[in-house]
C-alpha cells in the first residue's frame, strides 16, 4: 500500500486548494479530485503530497500549476521571457521571442527562441553563480566506483578547472563552431570538458564511453570533429576499459575514410585511477594554463552541442541542440519538476554520454547553482546498497535514476536498501522507460520510505528537456504515470490518420508547437528531421511513443512505437543491431525485436537466418553476440538469438515484425492473420526452433 496520507491529511490538502478558473480551453483537465473541489471516491490510486512536502514545495498546489500552465501556452513569449531575464545575456534577444513553423504543410520546419540575444551558457553555469557569492559551494561531490575515492570542487575550482581546459582548446586551434568529439567516462572532467567546449562556442558530442570503436568512428566521420578527448582508462565494477586504444582504433577507421585530417588526438588523463598503458599528453599540459578564459559570447541560436541517438534506420541521427533555449529551458524544468532548493544535494546515476547527463548532471543544475554528486563506476558495485551508501555520505536530497536500476535493486531485496538511513532523501526521480507500478511503488515505499515525491519524467533527446513530469506537491500522483505536461508543452494524442483525440484515450503522442528545449535540426540531414517528426502527422512533432490519457487527464506513456527498443533505458534501433548482425560473413539476413524483460525493461531478441550450407552452432551463436558487441558496444547485445531457416514476408519481401515479436514473446495463440505471407509455413517452422 502506497497510500501516503490519511484522508484527514487529503482533506487539509485539498483545502489548501483553490478552485479551477473555469473556460481554461486547452489547459489539462485535471478532475475535480485533484483540484481539491471533490472528495476522492477512487483515491486508492493516488499518492498525495504530505503536508509537509506541499507547505515548502515551489508550487504548491494544482491551482498555482494551473495559472502557470495556462500563462505558459497563452502567452509563450512572455512567459519564457520572463524567466530568460534571470540570465545574463550581453545583449537581449529582439522583439520576436519565438519563431517556429511546427507545421510541415506550410513549408520547412524550423525554430527559433530568443534569436539575436547573447550569452553563454558556461558563463551562466560558473561565472554567474561565483559572481553572486556562491564560489565556495561545492559545484560537484565525485565519488569513484572504488569506495574511498572522492573529491570535490567548488564553484570557483570549477571555473577554473573549465578556463584551463579552454584555454588548451583554444591554444591547439579549436575555435567557435568546431565539433569535438568527447569519450569519457563519468569523471569531472566529463562535464568540465563539455563547459569548456561550451565556454568557446565550440559544439561538442559526447560519445557515451560503452560505445565501440567503429560506433565511435561513425560519429566520428559524421560530424568530423577537430579534437576527440579522452583518457586512457576506466575501471567499471571489476573490469578495467582501456578507453585510448578504442579511441585510437576509431581514429584509424575514420582515417581509412579520409578525414584524419580533420581529427587531433589528444590523450586525455583524469582522475584518481589511472592504469597507464599509453603516454598521455595533457595530464601535465592543461594545469600549465591560466585558469582564467575570456567567454565566447555566442547567439542564442548558436549550435551548443550535438547528440546521437538511435533511430529507425541504421544510421545514428546528430540531434542539434542551440543555446539559448536550452539553457532556459533545462534550468526551469530542474528547478520545478525536482522542486530544488539552494540546500539541495542533488544525484543523477545517468551517464553524460547520454541526454540526462547533459540536462540534468551538467546544465540544468549548475544552471540553479546547485551540488551535483557524480558517480564513476556501476550502481551495484561493490554489492547493490551501493546507491545508498552514497546517498548517506554525500547526504543526496534528490535521487534521479532510471527504472531499470529499480528494478534490478528491487530484486536484490529490502535489506540492502534498509540499512542505510536515507533519511537526507526528499525527492525521487525516474527516466529513460515507463515506470512500472510494482517499481514506482518500491522505489516509493522501501527507498523513499513513503515520504519522497517520485518524479517520473518523459521526454527524449530530441526535446532537451522533461515534456511530461510530476511537479512534487502540486497534485497527487499516480504510480506509473508521468502524470501533466511541463510549461509551454502541449502534447496532443492522435489516431493512425493523425486526427487529434480529446479526453480518455490513447494513441501517437505528439506535440503541438516548440517549447524553448526543442532540437533544431538532426546534423547535415534536415530533411530526416522533418520526415522522421514532421511528416507522419501533419502539424505536430510526433515523438515515437505510444500514449494514453486517463479519465482524471493524467498521462501514461505506453512506450516506442517504431523501429525503437528500449533496453535498460539505452535507446536502440532495431535496425543497428541488424546491419551489425549481417556483417558476420555467416549471416544472411536478421529481424530484431524487443521483447519483455524483467530488470531491462525490453531485451533484445534476434531472428538470423544464415549464409546457405552453414550449420547453426553454439559458437556462430556467440561469434553473432561478439559481431554486435564489437560493432555497436556491450549494451546493445543481443539476449536471445533465434535461428530461423527463412523469416515471414509478405508477398512484397516485407518483413512482419507484428509476428516476429508474438514468436518472441511466445503469444503464440496471438499471431493473427498469417495469410498474406509468401510462405506461411515459415511461422511453423520458427515457432519449432523457438527453443532451439
Ligand atoms: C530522456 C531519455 C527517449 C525515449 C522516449 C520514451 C522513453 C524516457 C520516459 C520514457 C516513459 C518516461 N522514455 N523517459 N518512457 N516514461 N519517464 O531517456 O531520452 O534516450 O532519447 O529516450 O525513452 O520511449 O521516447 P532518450
Redesign the pocket.
Known amino acids: 500500500n502506497c497510500s501516503l496520507n490519511t484522508t484527514t491529511n487529503h482533506l487539509r490538502h485539498v483545502e489548501s486548494m483553490a478552485v479551477l478558473p473555469s473556460g481554461a480551453g486547452k489547459i489539462p483537465r485535471l478532475n475535480a479530485v485533484i483540484l481539491g473541489e471533490a472528495l476522492a471516491s477512487e483515491e486508492d490510486d493516488l499518492v498525495f503530497p504530505s503536508d509537509d512536502f506541499a507547505r515548502q514545495a515551489l508550487l504548491p498546489s494544482a491551482q498555482k500549476y494551473l495559472e502557470m500552465y495556462k500563462r505558459s501556452v497563452e502567452d509563450p513569449a512572455g512567459f519564457w521571457s520572463d524567466i530568460a531575464s534571470q540570465f545574463l545575456w550581453k545583449s537581449k534577444w529582439g522583439d520576436t521571442v519565438c519563431s517556429e513553423n511546427f507545421d510541415i504543410r506550410n513549408g520547412n520546419v524550423y525554430v527559433q527562441w530568443f534569436k539575436g540575444g547573447i550569452t553563454n551558457i558556461c558563463y551562466n553555469c560558473l561565472d554567474r553563480n561565483v559572481d553572486s557569492g556562491n564560489g565556495d559551494k561545492i559545484a560537484f561531490h565525485w565519488e569513484g566506483n572504488e569506495r574511498g575515492f572522492h573529491d570535490s570542487l567548488t564553484y570557483t575550482q570549477l571555473l577554473s578547472q573549465v578556463c584551463q581546459v579552454a584555454n588548451y582548446l583554444r591554444d591547439i586551434g579549436v575555435k567557435k563552431g568546431d565539433a569535438v568529439v568527447i569519450y569519457l567516462p563519468m569523471l569531472m572532467e566529463l562535464p568540465i570538458a563539455m563547459l569548456a567546449c561550451a565556454r568557446i562556442g565550440a559544439v561538442h558530442s559526447v560519445v557515451f564511453a560503452g560505445f565501440s570503436a567503429d560506433s565511435l568512428a561513425q560519429r566520428i566521420m559524421d560530424c568530423k570533429p577537430k579534437v576527440v578527448l579522452t583518457c586512457n582508462a576506466v575501471k567499471r565494477g571489476s573490469k578495467v576499459i582501456h578507453l585510448k586504444d578504442i579511441v585510437d582504433a576509431a581514429l584509424s577507421e575514420s582515417a581509412k575514410n579520409g578525414i584524419s585530417s580533420a581529427v587531433l588526438h589528444i590523450a586525455y588523463s583524469f582522475g584518481i585511477l589511472t592504469y597507464k598503458k599509453t603516454p598521455l599528453v595533457s595530464k601535465d599540459v592543461v594545469p600549465t594554463y591560466s585558469t582564467i578564459c575570456e567567454v565566447e559570447w555566442v547567439d542564442a541560436e548558436d549550435p551548443l552541442f550535438l547528440l546521437y ?1 538511435s533511430g529507425s534506420t541504421g544510421k545514428p541521427k546528430g540531434v542539434l541542440h542551440t543555446t539559448g533555449g536550452y539553457m532556459v529551458y533545462t534550468a526551469t524544468t530542474f528547478k520545478y519538476a525536482f522542486d530544488y532548493k539552494p540546500s539541495d544535494i542533488y544525484w543523477c546515476t545517468a551517464d553524460c554520454g ?3 547527463g547533459h540536462s540534468y548532471v551538467t546544465y540544468g543544475p549548475l544552471l540553479n547553482g546547485a551540488t551535483v554528486v557524480i558517480y564513476e563506476g556501476a550502481p551495484n558495485y561493490p554489492d547493490p546498497g551501493r546507491c545508498w551508501d552514497i546517498v548517506d555520505k554525500f547526504k543526496v536530497t534528490i535521487f534521479y535514476t532510471a527504472p531499470t536500476l529499480v528494478r534490478s535493486l528491487m530484486r536484490d531485496g529490502d535489506a540492502y536498501v534498509t540499512r542505510y538511513s536515507r533519511k537526507s532523501l526528499r525527492v525521487l526521480g ?6 512500472n507500478p510494482s517499481a514506482w511503488r518500491w522505489f516509493f515505499n522501501v527507498v523513499g520510505d513513503s515520504r519522497c515525491p517520485i518524479s ?6 530530441e526535446t532537451g528537456g522533461f515534456m511530461i513530469a510530476p511537479l512534487p506537491g502540486a497534485w497527487p500522483q499516480k504510480p506509473g504515470s ?1 502524470t501533466f505536461p511541463f510549461f509551454g508543452v502541449q502534447p496532443v494524442i492522435v489516431d493512425e490518420k493523425g486526427v487529434e483525440i480529446e479526453g480518455e484515450c490513447s494513441g501517437y503522442l505528439c506535440v503541438k508547437s516548440s517549447w524553448p528545449g526543442t532540437f533544431r535540426t538532426l546534423y547535415g540531414d534536415h530533411e530526416r528531421y522533418e520526415t522522421t517528426y514532421f511528416k507522419p502527422f501533419p502539424g505536430y512533432y510526433f ?3 505510444g500514449c494514453s490519457r486517463d479519465k482524471d487527464g493524467y498521462y501514461w ?1 505506453t ?2 512505437v517504431d523501429d525503437v527498443i ?1 533496453v535498460s ?1 539505452h ?1 536502440i534501433g532495431t535496425a543497428e543491431v541488424e546491419s551489425a548482425l549481417v556483417s558476420h560473413p555467416q549471416c544472411a539476413e536478421a529481424a530484431v525485436v524487443g521483447v519483455e524483460h524483467e530488470v531491462k525493461g525490453q531485451g533484445i531478441y534476434a531472428f538470423v537466418t544464415l549464409v546457405d550450407g552453414i550449420p547453426y552452432s553454439e559458437e556462430l551463436r556467440r561469434n553473432l553476440i561478439t559481431t554486435v558487441r564489437n560493432q555497436i558496444g556491450p549494451f546493445a547485445a543481443p539476449d536471445r538469438i533465434h535461428w530461423a531457416p527463412g523469416l515471414p514476408k509478405t508477398r512484397s519481401g516485407k518483413i512482419m515484425r507484428r509476428i516476429l515479436r508474438k514468436i518472441a514473446s511466445r503469444q503464440l495463440d496471438e499471431l493473427g492473420d498469417t495469410s498474406t505471407l509468401a510462405d506461411p509455413g515459415v511461422v511453423d517452422q520458427l515457432i519449432a526452433l523457438a527453443d532451439c
Request: charged share 20%; hydrophobic share 30%.
Open positions: 541517438t547520454w541526454i540526462t525516474s527516466v529513460g522507460e515507463p515506470i517520473d519524467t518523459w521526454w527524449q533527446t508521468a515523438s515515437g511513443d506513456l512506450g516506442r528500449n533505458g535507446r
